[in-house]
């Protein structure tokens, strides 16, 4: 019978935002399995019209500085852990989903993933109702899948 590695693969979805942050601070200071594979990844949306307002040069930018954004948490775990720099990998999904949350399930699904860890920032119950929670969504959504919440700011 062949050993199974110790390790898993655990999907990270990230933007450039204080939840983010958060969940690569925790990732940093969690003792998790040293062979574990992380997938940094960052899902684009189609934009909104306020978006689309900001112009061509913004809009043109945006991919530069997400990958820029998920090789700095990527160089973190590197450095700051001491994780094998060929268990991280980076991947900026250009194409653009109606939602972030259509995106990452959509890319969970395609990879070979044991566990989604995303960052969530602190709500009131009124964000909560009128933006919705991506979090409980992803929940629902992948209902057999070990799901990490970390609530950050």
């Given at each position: 019978m062949e050993d199974k590695a110790l390790g898993f693969s655990i999907l990270v979805p990230?933007?450039?935002?204080?939840?983010?942050?958060?969940?690569?601070?925790?990732?940093?200071?969690?003792?998790?399995?040293?062979?574990?594979?992380?997938?940094?990844?960052?899902?684009?949306?189609?934009?909104?019209?306020?978006?689309?307002?900001?112009?061509?040069?913004?809009m043109g930018e945006l991919p530069v500085r997400m990958q820029e954004m998920l090789e700095k948490a990527r160089q973190r775990l590197v450095e700051e852990k001491g994780f094998d720099p060929?268990?991280?990998?980076?991947?900026?999904?250009?194409?653009?989903?109606?939602?972030?949350?259509?995106?990452?399930?959509?890319?969970?699904?395609?990879?070979?993933?044991d566990m989604l860890m995303?960052?969530?920032?602190?709500?009131s119950k009124q964000e909560e109702f009128v933006l919705g929670d991506i979090s409980i969504k992803?929940?629902?959504a992948l209902g057999k899948t070990a799901v990490l919440v970390v609530k950050t700011g």
């Open positions: 990230l933007n450039d935002s204080v939840s983010s942050r958060g969940l690569v601070n925790f990732l940093i200071n969690m003792s998790i399995c040293a062979d574990s594979e992380i997938t940094f990844v960052h899902i684009f949306r189609k934009p909104s019209s306020g978006e689309e307002l900001m112009g061509k040069k913004f060929g268990k991280i990998r980076v991947e900026l999904v250009q194409e653009p989903y109606p939602t972030i949350t259509e995106g990452i399930i959509d890319y969970y699904n395609q990879g070979n993933f995303i960052g969530r920032k602190k709500m992803l929940i629902r």
